[in-house]
């Protein structure tokens, strides 16, 4: 017998009893308490005949990267990464939103380079604002943001950098990530250019 059987039978056991105290017996403070097992036993009936489904959380999605073949493809999986298992949306919207916690991330693809946008979701602290309009020692305003590479929703390099390819194309620009950008099957992992590095690394080329 199942579980919702079982209570069930338990509700349908407290109607009766309660129908018995009405039938049987003249104490009015008895006969009250009969007629709240009936009105008891009848609403966990009603409840229990609602069909019970179960609270799972959402499937996690695997990259598939044999079938990737162009930037537009990273693009589209970071399109579904980010309004179902990076829960980006929950928080940021892509233009204005009155209903939006953060910042408007609409445009944020033409602003950001492709490392700076990584380290902005893995390391959220990096860059800390901080307030030069009063006197005294500047106010720090850190990141409220979690990193997205660790729990509760650890994203996997492949996932972030398909965020950073749906930012980009949604804002108009070049997808600037490639596939070989991506971890291979069996392949180390390997970390992506930290956004400071970048810069010293552009620095070198051009001098």
Do not use: W
Not at 26 to 41: D, E, H, Q
């Amino acid at each position: 017998m199942s579980e919702v059987a079982q209570l069930q039978l338990i509700a349908l056991s407290i109607v009766g009893a309660g129908i018995v105290i009405l039938l049987f017996i003249k104490a009015v403070f008895i006969r009250v308490t009969g007629f709240v097992f009936i009105v008891l036993g009848l609403f966990s009936l009603m409840s229990l005949a609602v069909p019970q489904l179960a609270s799972l959380p959402p499937a996690e999605g695997k990259i598939d990267i044999a079938s990737i073949k162009t930037p537009t493809d990273i693009a589209a999986i970071g399109q579904t990464v980010f309004f179902s298992k990076g829960q980006c949306a929950l928080c940021h919207s892509i233009g204005p939103s009155e209903s939006a916690r953060c910042p408007d991330l609409k445009g944020i693809g033409a602003k950001l380079s492709k490392e700076f946008l990584y380290e902005s979701l893995t390391d959220p602290q990096a860059f800390i604002y901080r307030d030069y309009r009063h006197g005294g020692v500047p106010k720090e305003y850190p990141a409220t943001m979690p990193r997205i590479d660790k729990d509760p929703i650890g994203l996997s390099k492949n996932e972030i950098l398909a965020i950073i390819a749906f930012l980009q194309q949604m804002s108009g620009e070049p997808v600037s990530v490639s596939v070989s950008d991506l971890d291979m099957p069996g392949q180390t992992p390997s970390a992506p250019v930290k956004a400071a590095e970048s810069a010293l690394v552009a620095d070198a080329h051009t001098n």
